[in-house]
Every structure is written in structure tokens, then in C-alpha cells.
């Protein structure tokens, strides 16, 4: 009986083994029937997101000195360098600069800089070979970086949210093929035109 048993057990593992196998294999095989999502890098590069947190572009002549940024920074990062102008009886900005190499991309002195000096670009490609380069001045932030779309020498490449519904690739998409979700305009548009059958259902 101990021996039969034996045979048992082995056989109901084996057929566990068996089972994890398969399943393991379904998922390779389906996989394989799919076109590569593979982005040839640097040759193709894939279009950011609307809001995506990428290196902060700063206007010089649009900053009050307030050091808003600066408060509600979790780091206290940026560095605000001001005196007051006794003629004006206002701050004076002389330098600002962020150090990239510790921001963390919060964006909270984005959102809450009273004269939108402060803004997200798409650019995430800041590596250097010296951390101290990462230390941008206000020159340096003032600087707008290039689109993925209007640069000649790169592929931009849609990513899964901004595809058709049921395409898993952006590669080879014909033109002018649109997104899975609506746009603002159509979604007012769409409320608007459902409005009265609303209304005409509240008054019966």
C-alpha cells in the first residue's frame, strides 16, 4: 500500500508539472503570434504624455521671487537668489537654478508657482558623466527641449494609451488614426446632446 501510494503522489505532481508547463507554454505561444513592441532606441523614441513630469522649463522674467517653489519643494531644492530693489520696493531676481541630480519630479513648485514660471517639458534624457551638470541654472532651464515629434532624426511612436482600440503596436500606423478615448470637445459636445433627454425624463 505504501508503495502504491508512492505512485500516486508521483503521478498527481507530475500532472501538476505538467499543467504549470502548459500553461507556462500558452503564454509563450501567444506571445509569439504578436508583433515585436520592441522601440529601437535611440532611433525610435516613444511620444510622452500629456502630463508627463519630465525636466521643469523656468521663464526668467516671469518670476516674483517668492520662493513658493521652495516651500512646498519636499527637499527645499530650488535656489532663489534675490535682493530688493529699493526703487521699486520689489524682489529682484539675480539667479535661480534646480539641481536635477535630486529633484524628484514631484511637480509640485509646477503647481503651485503663482506666475506659472514654472512648467513640465517632455524631456527625460538628462544623463551625464558628472552629477554637478545636472545643477541647471536659470539659462539652462530656460531652455526648451525638442519634441519627439518634430525632431527629423528619431521615429516618435505612439504608447498603449494614445492607440486605436484592440492595437497593442504603435509601429506602422496609418495616418491620422485616432486614440481609444474621445476627445474634450466630443465629450461636450456628446453632453450637450443628452441634455434634453435628461431634462425630458425629470419632467415625466
Not at 530693489?85 to 503647481?111: A, M, P, Q, W
Not at 551638470?133 to 494614445?162: C, F, H, S
Request: proline residues 6%; contains cysteine; glycine residues 6%.
Amino acid at each position: 500500500m505504501k508503495f502504491l501510494k508512492q505512485v500516486i503522489d508521483y503521478t498527481k505532481e507530475a500532472g501538476q508539472a505538467a499543467k504549470y508547463i502548459g500553461q507556462g507554454l500558452s503564454v509563450t505561444f501567444d506571445h509569439m503570434s504578436r508583433r515585436p513592441v520592441t522601440v529601437q532606441y535611440p532611433y525610435e523614441k516613444l511620444i510622452p504624455s500629456e502630463r508627463f513630469r519630465g525636466r521643469i522649463h523656468f521663464e526668467f522674467d516671469k518670476c516674483i521671487s517668492c520662493e513658493v517653489c521652495v516651500r512646498v519643494c519636499p527637499i527645499n531644492l530650488p535656489v532663489v537668489d534675490w535682493e530688493f530693489d529699493r526703487e521699486t520696493k520689489k524682489k529682484k531676481l539675480n539667479h535661480y537654478s534646480i539641481d536635477f541630480g535630486v529633484c524628484i519630479f514631484c511637480g509640485n513648485c509646477v503647481e503651485y508657482c503663482p506666475t506659472n514660471c514654472l512648467s513640465m517639458t517632455e524631456e527625460y534624457e538628462l544623463s551625464t558623466y558628472d552629477r554637478h551638470e545636472l545643477n541647471y541654472d536659470n539659462v539652462a532651464l530656460g531652455r526648451l527641449p525638442y519634441k519627439v515629434t518634430q525632431d527629423p532624426m528619431v521615429t516618435p511612436i505612439r504608447e498603449l494609451g494614445y492607440l486605436p482600440k484592440g492595437v497593442v503596436s504603435g509601429h506602422d500606423l496609418p495616418a491620422g488614426s485616432r486614440g481609444a478615448g474621445k476627445l474634450p470637445e466630443e465629450i461636450l459636445a456628446q453632453m450637450e446632446s443628452d441634455a434634453p433627454k435628461e431634462e425630458a425624463k425629470a419632467a415625466e
